[in-house]
């Protein structure tokens, strides 16, 4: 059974950093792309950032650019995000997910179209 199980997240102040990470069982990311997104409450969901293992193309959400970094370990089968400079609005829960495909564009596909989810981890950034 495909299980995507995340860790890393909690409460930290403005101007801290987190790292979470998420490894995939049940298939191997060497033919997936796989991305971070965050919900906050009230708030629609939020593709963070994304990484394919085709050119290793990797996207990011423009108020996070410069602050949070991607990385992927296929031989591990997992996908760590780097957070830096967290601001209270990064205050959600971070989910990991992926498409089992690996098109250079991939990453730019609807949050609809990622198959599978990790349960989340809370990530709460106080001033």
């Known amino acids: 059974q495909v299980q995507l199980v995340d860790t890393g997240g909690g409460l930290v102040q403005s101007g801290g950093s987190l790292r979470l990470s998420c490894k995939v069982f049940?298939?191997?990311?060497?033919?997936?792309?796989i991305g971070w997104f965050r919900q906050a409450p009230g708030k629609e969901c939020e593709r963070v950032s994304c990484?394919?293992?085709?050119?290793?193309?990797?996207t990011y959400l423009d108020s996070v650019k410069g602050r949070f970094t991607i990385s992927r370990d296929d031989a591990r089968n997992t996908v760590d995000l780097q957070m830096n400079s967290l601001k209270v609005e990064d205050t959600a829960v971070y989910y990991c997910?992926?498409?089992?495909?690996?098109?250079?564009?991939?990453?730019?596909?609807?949050?609809?179209?990622?198959?599978?989810w990790s349960r989340g981890t809370q990530v709460t950034v106080s001033s």
């Open positions: 997910a992926t498409i089992r495909e690996n098109e250079y564009d991939t990453c730019y596909r609807p949050i609809g179209d990622f198959t599978d």
């Open positions: 049940g298939f191997r990311l060497d033919y997936a792309a």
């Open positions: 990484i394919n293992n085709s050119d290793v193309t990797t």
